[in-house]
């Protein structure tokens, strides 16, 4: 199971907004609406930011959105803030019932 | 509130097993399908394997199918995975994680435990 495909890096100013995608294929991202995003700091657990595409749990900002296009996903973060600093990985259900991750992004906060 | 808690890791030769649990409190467990997931030092993260809330249904990823092996005792509310000939490669901080609804789609992880490293080392 190949891994969907995250840039490495992202950076931004406070107060800007970012994009980060996650790419896959028709097998995964594209072929069904279960992708989700988790916030990672260093040398803690990850943290859902949103699921099914576009949905955030309770208690998550809603400057964290969610969308998909065929087979590309992207979370997008607006507004900016320190805190914010982190890895962000994206992850999807397959057509094998199994879940795959992507690669993970580094999001600088200037 | 929502706790999960693990144990069981440590350092192991290649070859031998390890068994992982996951304890978990301020819930219903039993309603819950549960994950393991896995992150090798320095890596991203990596899905290992699901069940449902029930134990009837089970799903692993492919580099761990035949040596891995995930069950639950919903009478104790703890999940475990037991690994078998454990290779380098499994070297990682294992978490396990509750499935957001009882129809698990797609990975939908919104309580995590604290994470329990295992390193296979001769």
């Known amino acids: 199971q190949s891994a969907l495909t995250q840039p490495a890096s992202v950076s931004g100013s406070p107060g800007q907004s970012i994009t980060i995608s996650c790419t896959g294929t028709s097998s995964d991202v594209g072929g069904f609406n279960y992708v989700s995003w988790y916030q990672q700091h260093p040398g803690k657990a990850p943290k859902l930011m949103i699921y099914d595409v576009s949905n955030r749990p309770s208690g998550v900002s809603n400057r964290f959105s969610g969308s998909k296009s065929g087979n590309t996903a992207s979370l997008t973060i607006s507004g900016l803030q320190a805190e914010d600093e982190a890895d962000y990985y994206c992850s999807s259900y397959t057509s094998s019932s199994n879940r795959v991750f992507g690669g993970g992004t580094k999001l600088t906060v200037l | 509130q929502v706790q999960l808690v693990e144990s069981g890791g440590g350092v192991v030769q290649p070859g031998r097993s390890l068994r992982l649990s996951c304890a978990a409190s301020?819930?219903?467990?039993?309603?819950?399908?549960m994950h393991w997931v896995r992150q090798a030092p320095g890596k991203g993260l990596e899905w290992v394997a699901l069940?449902?809330?029930?134990?009837?249904?089970?799903y692993y990823t492919d580099s761990v199918k035949g040596r891995f092996s995930i069950s639950r005792d919903n009478s104790k509310n703890t999940l475990y995975l037991q690994m078998n000939s454990l290779r380098p490669e499994d070297t990682a901080v294992y978490y396990c994680?509750?499935?957001?609804?009882?129809?698990?789609?797609?990975?939908?992880?919104?309580?995590w435990g604290q994470g329990n490293l295992v390193i296979v080392s001769s």
């Open positions: 994680a509750r499935e957001l609804a009882i129809a698990a789609a797609g990975f939908r992880g919104d309580y």
């Open positions: 301020g819930f219903t467990f039993s309603s819950y399908p």
């Open positions: 069940i449902s809330y029930d134990g009837s249904s089970k």
